[in-house]
């Protein structure tokens, strides 16, 4: 059967970036479709009718949904090629387990540092600089939390890099002096190919932080 | 090398159910502890630094935290019998995603049935009902969502059955004239050993939600 993959994805989500970097350390050819988010097409809300959400994988028409979901399912079906998850179940529990703290912890601290008022800020900065904290921990000494090769903690992390340095240039928070450890791990990744690659323009990114703070009024 | 097993719990939680259920399924004997959550053990705190919650599978010396990773991880070591997801990378693939869904959707809407005011409980109750509908449609015609057998979808969401049928003594919802197909679907899950015996008696979660509703003033 001939593997038809396509992804509904939007060019900034960074869980659509992750589906994008899996996709790309796998060389699996597959069309792009960008969503318009505000008109979502009918193949989205057929695709996703539970959460109407990007990023949608389909392949040879069935739809997986969920970022973290789509990464393991590439990391199973294309499983000749740069093997994402360990096959130890226990280093396996810990990637989906790191996977897991960055969806539920960190994208909520972050998303804090730009939507919160003045006020509230200084405790979104401390509670955000603790959580990356932790991640460097479990980095330690490795070259990447998959160890000498990108892995799934990477793959889910490494979109939020474009998203930290806006707020470097917002000057509200120096993520590299405060977490130099995770500013060395985020350049090596972004050396990778499939990474660089795969992540959108880091202006591109500054410029929409700019229109949303202003849009949401979040000076 | 010997297998020592011990889970971290405490006796009403559905996640901890989940891990209950997974165990007893595979026939694993293990060392149940629970815990006090208003003075957590040092053992729970040193197994689970990051989110300092039960439930906690130790394998070995070995945590794993979160259930869902947690039953996961018991389907990939004891794989021998009783698998809980599936082989192929798709269907594993949707039981994730409803297993997801679970967590994500029905948790959060189940919970404002007992905690909203009264003036915002219909809005909440046919939240409810349309997020219980779709996981209705999901299971279909099957048995279990796992097919003839107890799946990953089952184990993740029969803890939910007891709290539910507190709603019910409640009075505010009838969840099994809503969703009678849930309602036969939780039927046949509880004629199982593995569920019936992991799952607290239905007195106790109703005198609980009782001593609950009243500590927090949801009356």
Chains 1, 2 share one sequence.
Not at 61 to 78: F, H, N, R, T
Not at 105 to 127: L, S
Request: proline share 5%.
């Amino acid at each position: 059967m001939a593997n038809e993959v396509i992804l509904l994805d939007y060019w900034v989500s960074p869980f659509g970036m992750r589906v994008r970097i899996a996709l790309a350390e796998k060389g699996i050819k597959h069309e792009y479709r960008e969503e318009d988010l505000r008109n979502k097409s009918p193949l989205l809300l057929q695709m996703n009718p539970v959460h109407k959400k990007i990023p949608v994988l389909i392949h040879n028409g069935k739809p997986i949904c969920e970022s973290l979901i789509a990464v393991q399912y590439i990391d199973e079906v294309w499983n000749e090629k740069s093997p994402l998850l360990p096959s130890d179940p226990y280093q396996k529990s810990q990637a989906r387990f790191w996977a897991d703290y960055i969806d539920k912890k960190i994208y909520e601290v972050a998303g804090n540092n730009w939507t919160k008022k003045e006020e509230e800020q200084e405790a979104a900065k401390k509670e955000f600089i603790e959580a990356l904290k932790l991640l460097e921990q479990e980095l330690g000494d490795k070259i990447f939390f998959g160890g000498d090769k990108l892995g799934f903690v990477d793959v889910a992390f490494i979109p939020l890099y474009n998203w930290f340095r806006g707020y470097e240039a917002f000057g509200k928070i120096s993520v590299y002096k405060e977490c130099p450890m995770f500013s060395a791990w985020a350049n090596r990744c972004m050396q990778i190919e499939s990474v660089s690659k795969s992540l959108p323009d880091q202006d591109k990114i500054h410029d929409l932080i700019v229109e949303l703070k202003k849009k949401y009024g979040f000076e």
